[in-house]
């Protein structure tokens, strides 16, 4: 029975360079973060009848952080979206080479990402633009897309290798 196979398990993570705990516990961080933001809004809402109305530019910009940190996540385990209908009938070196091009192109969108989005957070800096509701300077929040968008981009490239080393299929 202890040699049973469990197919809800999730597989072992790869061997990554850097390790996936930077990814886990900055999601983590963020998701508690969330938490307790989003719980402390709750309830002065509920106690006092007073939102505070504040906490939603942090929720937002925490949010965004927590899906590309996920990606990140995802992409350098292998676990990302993808319908694989066709290319899992191919061999496995077909397969891997599949993957490879498929990798190659999430690096080319998220480098667009990271492009125009240090495009946007320039043009925020030198227009001072102002959050809506706290009045902070709004790059503060937009400089993390294309951040964490590098962060995707180096986990995919770092899967690419693998994959063509053989190493993780």
Request: proline fraction near 5%; glycine fraction near 8%; include cysteine.
């Amino acid at each position: 029975m202890a040699a049973d196979f469990d197919p809800g398990a999730a597989p072992p993570d790869p061997r990554t360079r850097l390790p996936l705990t930077l990814e886990r516990v900055l999601l983590a961080a963020a998701m508690g973060a969330m938490a307790l933001i989003t719980g402390a809004n709750v309830a002065t809402r509920y106690l006092t009848n007073i939102s505070l109305a504040f906490t939603e530019e942090y929720s937002v910009a925490l949010m965004v952080a927590v899906a590309m940190i996920g990606t990140a996540l995802a992409t350098a385990a292998g676990r990302h979206i993808r319908i694989g209908y066709f290319v899992d009938k191919l061999r496995p070196r077909a397969r891997a080479i599949a993957e490879i091009v498929a990798t190659a192109l999430l690096i080319l969108c998220f480098a667009l990402i990271a492009w125009y989005g240090a495009r946007m957070v320039m043009d925020e800096y030198d227009f001072e633009v102002l959050s809506p509701g706290l009045g902070h300077p709004q790059w503060l929040y937009s400089v993390w897309l294309p951040v964490l968008a590098l962060l995707v981009i180096g986990r995919a490239a770092g899967r690419i290798v693998r994959l063509w080393r053989g190493d993780d299929a």
